[in-house]
């Protein structure tokens, strides 16, 4: 039972290697599309950077009306086709609009992905082994992210000035696996059991999963909704809830992760590292981000979420502040690359393993998918304005780009204080205990 559990949340959770390979595939493609097709900053962060980004957005918030009416399973589906689509157009786009366009139906798959994926594997798992399960997600968008920077890395000069087009379109290959493999999971049972009224369905699923007293995971599903009628998540007693997605998800992007991946190897250059040397080190930033997610992992079921959240804050605030010392007093390539990879470590061990996990947490399961959404859109929005104005920024500091890493620091002293005084631990507790926590009727 519990080899299906796993094998089920690694399929479902393979949606996030393609969210991660899709969204930092770019920043191997950001300089020689700009050559190409001769943008201006403005340009070029809204239509070839930052439109994936807004897709995201719309896939984000929008995902939820899938995922409640169509099921988890059916919308991760889709989000396959997405995926599979966007690669094939993105590598063969004529014009920046073409590329934008297919770049655009990516982003809504990593949007839906970030909603659909940790909804579903919270509902087959238990409370002992529910962080572990949904952090796989967060593993997958980081691996993804890892083997798209080593992918650019190695198509780097294939095929002369169209290795951009490579780069984007090897992702074709795992988006049509994941979407064969996701056929074969079962549909979430909390879904069948309170959307679509099958009782028998989920206890059959629950039954597979490995849950010893069906009957009574049953009733205790059942006893945490009170009312059939739909509610909006804004109404006030869901106010709690709601106010901790949205702090999580704005201050996940305030720290500038978004910022480093997206333009790691032109923000690596401006440190004095040739073009090939700093897509060797943004093969570093991306082992690292896998390396300490794998640390998060392991220690979110052990620690709990508030906890690893307390030291990727202090870390981010030290890393943070001595980049933009390593900016500002010209330290050398070495001395700067040691804390951007701290900096990459912190978030890993940090706001990494925990926003997917705990936002999937904190929403009953009537209005989980709408929950995630929100979590997750205010998380894409906030990334997109990032990414949107990051040439902006990088053109306005061109000369020294350390008050964007001061600022970033200075964003995650706040987040400290988030943690200690509002975030609660949900470690170890049920996910319809959490319900009676947190739900103020």
Same mark, same amino acid.
Request: charge should be positive; glycine fraction near 10%; avoid cysteine.
């Given at each position: 039972?519990?080899?299906?559990?796993?094998?089920?949340?690694?399929?479902?959770?393979?949606?996030?290697?393609?969210?991660?390979?899709?969204?930092?595939?770019?920043?191997?493609?950001?300089? $020689?599309?700009?050559?190409?097709?001769?943008?201006?900053?403005?340009?070029?962060?809204?239509?070839?950077?930052? *439109?994936?980004?807004?897709?995201?957005?719309?896939?984000?918030?929008?995902?939820?009306?899938?995922?409640?009416?169509?099921?988890?399973?059916?919308?991760?589906?889709?989000?396959?086709?997405?995926?599979?689509?966007?690669?094939?157009?993105?590598?063969?786009?004529? #014009?920046?609009?073409?590329?934008?366009?297919?770049?655009?139906?990516?982003?809504?798959?990593?949007?839906?992905?970030?909603?659909?994926?940790?909804?579903?594997?919270? !509902?087959?798992?238990?409370?002992?082994?529910?962080?572990?399960?949904?952090?796989?997600?967060?593993?997958?968008?980081?691996?993804?992210?890892? =083997?798209?920077?080593?992918?650019?890395?190695?198509?780097?000069?294939? #095929?002369?000035?169209? #290795?951009?087009?490579? *780069?984007?379109?090897?992702?074709?290959?795992?988006?049509?696996?994941?979407?064969?493999?996701?056929?074969?999971?079962?549909?979430? $049972?909390?879904?069948?059991?309170?959307?679509?009224? #099958?009782?028998?369905?989920?206890?059959?699923?629950?039954?597979?999963?490995?849950?010893?007293?069906?009957?009574? !995971?049953?009733?205790?599903?059942?006893?945490?909704?009170?009312?059939?009628?739909?509610?909006?998540?804004?109404?006030?007693?869901?106010?709690?809830?709601?106010?901790?997605?949205?702090?999580?998800?704005?201050?996940?992007?305030?720290?500038?992760?978004?910022?480093?991946?997206?333009?790691? $190897? !032109?923000?690596?250059?401006?440190?004095?590292l040739a073009s090939k040397e700093s897509l060797q080190n943004s093969i570093a930033i991306g082992g690292i981000n896998l390396?300490?997610?794998?640390?998060? *992992?392991?220690?979110?079921?052990?620690?709990?979420?508030?906890?690893?959240?307390?030291?990727?804050?202090?870390?981010?605030?030290?890393?943070?502040?001595?980049?933009?010392?390593?900016?500002?007093?010209?330290?050398? $390539?070495?001395?700067?690359?040691?804390?951007?990879?701290?900096?990459?470590?912190?978030?890993?061990?940090?706001?990494?393993a925990v926003i997917w996990v705990f936002i999937s947490e904190i929403f009953p399961t009537k209005v989980r998918a709408f929950?995630?959404?929100?979590?997750?859109?205010?998380?894409?929005?906030?990334?997109?304005?990032?990414?949107?104005?990051?040439? =902006?920024?990088?053109?306005?500091?061109?000369?020294?780009?350390?008050p964007i890493f001061a600022i970033f620091s200075a964003m995650m002293v706040l987040q400290l204080l988030f943690v200690l005084?509002?975030?609660?631990?949900?470690?170890?507790?049920?996910?319809?205990?959490? !319900?009676?926590?947190?739900?103020?009727?």
């Open positions: 039972m519990k080899s299906k559990l796993l094998y089920w949340s690694i399929t479902v959770a393979i949606a996030g290697f393609l969210f991660g390979f899709d969204t930092v595939v770019i920043s191997g493609a950001n300089q $020689p599309i700009k050559a190409l097709w001769g943008t201006t900053p403005l340009f070029h962060g809204f239509f070839i950077m930052s *439109m994936a980004l807004w897709g995201t957005v719309i896939g984000a918030l929008f995902a939820g009306i899938p995922s409640q009416r169509l099921g988890r399973k059916n919308t991760l589906i889709w989000i396959g086709v997405l995926f599979f689509l966007s690669a094939l157009g993105s590598a063969i786009a004529w #014009d920046p609009y073409s590329f934008s366009f297919f770049r655009f139906i990516g982003g809504v798959g990593v949007g839906a992905s970030s909603v659909a994926a940790p909804v579903y594997i919270s !509902e087959i798992s238990t409370e002992k082994n529910r962080g572990q399960l949904v952090a796989l997600y967060q593993f997958n968008i980081v691996l993804g992210i890892f =083997v798209a920077f080593f992918s650019n890395y190695l198509l780097k000069g294939f #095929d002369g000035g169209n #290795d951009w087009r490579w *780069m984007l379109g090897v992702e074709a290959i795992p988006a049509l696996i994941y979407t064969l493999m996701v056929l074969g999971v079962p549909k979430s $049972p909390r879904w069948l059991l309170l959307i679509k009224g #099958d009782e028998q369905g989920a206890k059959n699923i629950l039954s597979r999963i490995g849950i010893e007293n069906v009957a009574a !995971e049953i009733d205790a599903i059942k006893n945490s909704v009170k009312s059939a009628v739909k509610e909006n998540i804004f109404i006030k007693k869901y106010r709690t809830p709601v106010i901790l997605a949205f702090l999580l998800a704005f201050f996940n992007q305030l720290s500038g992760i978004n910022f480093v991946l997206y333009y790691a $190897p !032109e923000i690596l250059e401006k440190a004095g390396i300490f997610t794998l640390v998060g *992992m392991y220690l979110i079921d052990r620690m709990g979420r508030r906890q690893l959240m307390l030291i990727g804050s202090l870390g981010y605030i030290i890393s943070l502040a001595m980049v933009a010392y390593a900016y500002y007093s010209s330290a050398s $390539p070495t001395f700067l690359m040691t804390f951007l990879l701290a900096f990459i470590a912190s978030h890993a061990i940090g706001q990494g929950g995630q959404a929100w979590g997750s859109g205010i998380h894409w929005i906030f990334a997109a304005l990032i990414t949107l104005l990051g040439p =902006v920024v990088i053109d306005v500091f061109a000369e020294n780009p350390w005084f509002m975030m609660p631990e949900t470690k170890g507790v049920p996910l319809e205990e959490l !319900e009676r926590r947190l739900i103020k009727e």
